[in-house]
């Protein structure tokens, strides 16, 4: 997919009253033909944007082998969109580490798809900034890893190339939208990954397949060169096999990037230093509205409940703490994401108005892409397209306002419950990993893909650092522990998911 250079060309007098109809505006015949000469005198001085170089942040390490699709007995799970080879510093914190990313982070030189047919041959000329950061550390990039197509289910059985298999057992679906990264981590493909979490995108997967997932503080860890769904709930961060290799990484990748227009101030930490393996340094605040949902497992709470038991005997503090807000935490998240998805894709996928990095290389075939084949889009993503628009011009981006309001008080309602707690905890997701079953229906698809975001998705309004942890078992399938901290605090969040795990694998 390759980017045409720029041509500016004035609009005609039909596309001057198709552009203001947009806006509901009725021009008269005497405003197009002033508009129109306003705006060829206008666009003249565009041509001198065209002759200025656009920049874009240097690429380092430029060892690299841009790598080759493998096939299913190469890649068993279909964890992997590409198996590439990035060559980082010699030494440093994560040397020896062989890092995987969810494809929808760039790496120049390297193919990046979004999981979907759309962006085929698309290779971007820069790194992300987190990419950056991982090579300067000596890490290895081995992988770009498959995920839900353009990010929108949570499922793991919708990525352009077909289910990711779960690595416990592959009669399951691995978990999305971060499906490959659980997958790859958890088969030992890779050492560490790197995921993004819109509603629940890492710690759903690493649930699912059995693995350690962390959604750091939102902005803590620099979006730039990410394709994202919405700059208020994009979230990346690590996904691995233990707490402390979430730590190591998350020392590597967090802090302030001046590129990213997320991020205001970003008090970062010594996140592996910081951990803790005695239980006692523990305090557990369990959510009671984060069990029994409609769509809960009971099985599942009770291998958390039982979890966070031998917690409390191992000598941490467990208290019962109600947040009734939290029942409207996904009703608030689905206004916020609808309104604001489709709002970036119609902004062609980098949004406006923050100072950054805009990458126009993405910007260009993401809107060429879209124009040409938008009905090959995922089904959950047309739905959010059609619901998000006709919600914004029926009523006037009221639901949204709302909700982004609720959000703020969502926010306060944690912030207080964490007020007498180091964490807040409950399970991860309310069910076990799906089956797999690649008979289903449309609307059965779309259930499938959404049905499992009701404790996850409510602190990606919220932004507050949030951890998934193997718990135990329900039904031979993994089933995990989400601990919940105050944003900015995600040392804490470790450093009690830690003890937890050093004490639950004992």
């Known amino acids: 997919m390759s980017e045409s250079p720029p041509n500016v ?15 509901h505006i009725d021009l008269s015949d005497e405003e197009v033909e002033e508009f129109e000469a306003a705006i060829t005198e206008t666009l003249a001085g565009y041509e001198r944007l065209d002759e200025l170089p656009d920049p874009r942040p240097r690429v380092e390490y430029t060892d690299r082998d841009p790598g080759y699709k493998p096939g299913r007995d190469e890649d068993p799970l279909n964890a992997f969109v590409t198996k590439c080879e990035v060559k980082g510093a010699e030494n440093g ?40 950061r991982l090579l300067e550390a000596g890490a290895d990039i081995t992988g770009k890893l498959n995920m839900e197509d353009m990010a929108f289910s949570g499922s793991g059985e919708l ?10 057992d592959s009669d399951y679906i691995a978990g999305g939208s971060s499906s490959g990264s659980a997958a790859a981590v958890g088969n030992g493909d890779v050492d560490v990954a790197i995921g ?84 006692s340094d523990v305090t557990v605040g369990v959510v009671e509205e ?14 958390v409940r039982d979890a966070l038991t ?71 993503l047309k739905l959010t397209l059609v619901l998000g628009q006709y919600l914004s011009e029926e009523y006037r981006g009221q639901y949204y306002a709302k909700a982004k309001n609720l959000g703020r008080q969502l926010t306060d309602a944690y912030d207080e419950a964490l007020s007498d707690v180091d964490v807040l905890a409950m399970p991860t997701t309310p069910q076990t990993a799906h089956e797999v079953d690649e008979s289903i229906s449309r609307l059965e698809a779309i259930d499938r893909a959404l049905n ?15 951890i998934s942890v193997p718990a135990g078992r329900a039904n031979d399938l993994p089933v995990g522990l989400m601990l919940i901290g105050e944003r900015f605090a995600d040392a804490t969040v470790l450093s009690s998911a830690n003890a937890f795990e050093r004490q639950h694998t004992l």
């Open 93 to 132: 914190p994560l040397e020896d580490y062989d890092v995987g990313l969810k494809d929808n982070i760039n790496v120049a030189g390297v193919e990046m798809t979004l999981g979907s047919k759309l962006f085929e041959g698309y290779v971007p000329s820069t790194d992300a900034t987190i990419v950056s």
């Open 310 to 380: 031998e917690f409390e005997d191992a000598g941490a503090t467990v208290t019962e703490v109600s947040v009734p807000m939290h029942v409207d935490g996904l009703t608030i998240w689905n206004a916020i994401a609808t309104e604001e998805t489709a709002a970036t894709v119609d902004a062609e996928c980098i949004g406006h108005y923050g100072k950054g990095f805009y990458d126009t290389q993405l910007a260009n075939a993401f809107g060429r892409a879209r124009r040409a084949h938008a009905d090959d889009y995922l089904t959950t």
């Open 452 to 466: 499992m975001l009701h404790n996850t998705s409510p602190f990606d309004v919220t932004g507050h650092p949030a």
């Open 159 to 168: 990525s352009a190339t077909g289910p990711v298999l779960n690595p416990v």
């Open 196 to 279: 993004g979490d819109q509603g629940g995108s890492i710690r759903i997967p690493a649930a699912w397949s059995g693995i350690v997932g962390h959604k750091s503080t939102h902005g803590l860890v620099p979006y730039t060169g990410i394709a994202g769904l919405g700059r208020s709930f994009d979230h990346a961060g690590p996904m691995c096999s233990t707490v402390e290799d979430c730590a190591r990484v998350l020392d590597v990748i967090a802090g302030e990037d001046d590129l990213d227009p997320r991020q205001g101030a970003v008090p970062t930490d010594d996140y592996t230093g910081a951990l803790s393996e005695d239980p």
């Open 290 to 303: 984060g069990f029994g949902h409609a769509v809960s497992e009971p099985a599942a709470d009770d291998a």
């Open 9 to 23: 060309q004035p609009p005609t007098p039909d596309e001057i009253r198709a552009y203001a109809a947009y806006h």
